[in-house]
């Protein structure tokens, strides 16, 4: 359970699905078709779907490929926070937004593997929040080129180690889109205990 007090709700978190991100990127239509599917099914439960959308010298702000995904557009209702690094959650209105809602646990979708996911798990674990990434619903680009694994390996190697991750009060952990459950693990508990 989260170490945030007061949060009881859940949230989808969907970060740089942008049309520069993930234009070439590994197994992309797998994954937006696994994220629009927990879009959707967020939508269905009334549980929050957040977008997070970076800009910086190579991502112009307003450009073609600043733009999320024309599979995946935010509603008129949903928030959209704008970053500019890896952490999603470094000046940025996310905390802000995630406090208002009462959320304390994260779904976590999106791209870059090695990048901006990476960085969002590990910044919201370390604030208090539950976060669990959903393993066939992330990506990333080929950097081998740079030394890099391959996509498909830095994605495995993700989705490993996120598996065990452990904090006092805090739960990480992986999941396939199939079996993501939207309630917290407080909304679980108060079901069975009526």
Same mark, same amino acid.
């Given at each position: !359970?989260?170490?945030?007090?007061?949060?009881? +709700?859940? %949230?989808?978190?969907?970060?740089? !699905?942008? @049309? %520069?991100v993930i234009d070439k990127a590994h197994a992309r239509d797998a994954v937006v078709a696994n994220v629009r599917h927990l879009v959707d099914r967020a939508r269905g439960e009334g549980v929050p779907v957040l977008w997070v959308q970076h800009h910086d010298t190579n991502i112009v702000k307003g450009g073609p490929g600043w733009?999320?995904? *024309? @599979?995946?557009m935010p509603s008129e209702v949903e928030r959209v926070i704008e970053k500019s690094y890896g952490d999603a959650f470094e000046d940025t209105a996310l905390e802000g937004v995630l406090s208002e809602l009462r959320v #304390?646990?994260?779904?976590?979708? #999106? %791209?870059e593997t090695d990048a901006c996911?990476?960085?969002t798990l590990h910044g919201a674990f370390v604030r208090g929040y539950d976060a669990l990434l959903v393993s066939? *619903?992330?990506?990333?680009?080929? +950097?081998?080129?740079? #030394? *890099?694994?391959?996509? *498909?390996?830095?994605?495995?190697?993700?989705?490993l180690y996120w598996m065990d991750q452990t904090a006092? #009060?805090?739960? %990480?952990g992986v999941t396939a889109t199939h079996t993501v459950d939207f309630r917290s693990q407080a909304e679980t508990a108060g079901s069975a205990l009526t």
């Open positions: !359970m989260t170490t945030l007090p007061d949060r009881p +709700h859940t %949230a989808l978190l969907v970060i740089d !699905m942008q @049309e %520069a733009r999320i995904a *024309a @599979e995946l #304390g646990r994260l779904i976590i979708v #999106g %791209a996911i990476r960085c066939d *619903a992330h990506t990333t680009n080929d +950097h081998t080129k740079w #030394g *890099a694994p391959t996509p *498909a390996q830095v994605i495995a190697h993700t989705n006092p #009060g805090r739960t %990480a």
